[in-house]
């Protein structure tokens, strides 16, 4: 969980303009919505949730908060809402729900 919010804050954080680093910080977008997307399919499944419903649980999850952070940037300093950061949100988002789908099941005490 700690993983989530510490992804959804850097998404938060008023940026300056950073000609230099903006691919870079547009690449950010894919791991930061993947990895933890990843990791909550692959723990709500060790907990004997049937594979259906953490993907879709994780999916409805990650496409809120992925509009959420885009829309509300428009109103934070040095940041501002991007199409093509939603897009590379919600790939990230559907690359670690697969993989985390993929995942062999996390059995609690074994």
């Known amino acids: 969980m700690l993983i989530s ?6 998404l938060l954080l008023p940026l300056g303009d950073h000609p230099r680093w903006q691919p870079l ?3 950010a977008h894919l ?22 419903r953490a ?4 999916l ?3 496409i ?4 959420f952070t885009e829309w509300v940037q428009y109103w934070i300093p040095g ?3 991007d199409r093509a950061d939603l ?3 919600l790939i990230g988002l559907a690359a670690g729900v697969l993989l985390g789908a993929w995942l062999p099941r996390w059995r609690a005490g074994h």
Do not use: D, H
Not at 55 to 58: A, G
Not at 64 to 67: D, K, L, S, V
């Open 5 to 10: 919010v510490a992804g959804v804050m850097l």
């Open 64 to 67: 809120a908060i992925a509009g």
């Open 60 to 62: 409805l999850l990650g």
């Open 55 to 58: 993907v879709l649980i994780v």
């Open 25 to 27: 910080l547009n690449a």
């Open 79 to 81: 940041r501002w809402p």
């Open 87 to 89: 897009a590379r949100n």
């Open 31 to 52: 791991p930061l919505f993947g990895a933890p997307s990843a990791l909550w399919v692959w723990a709500l499944r060790g907990e004997r949730w049937p594979r259906w």
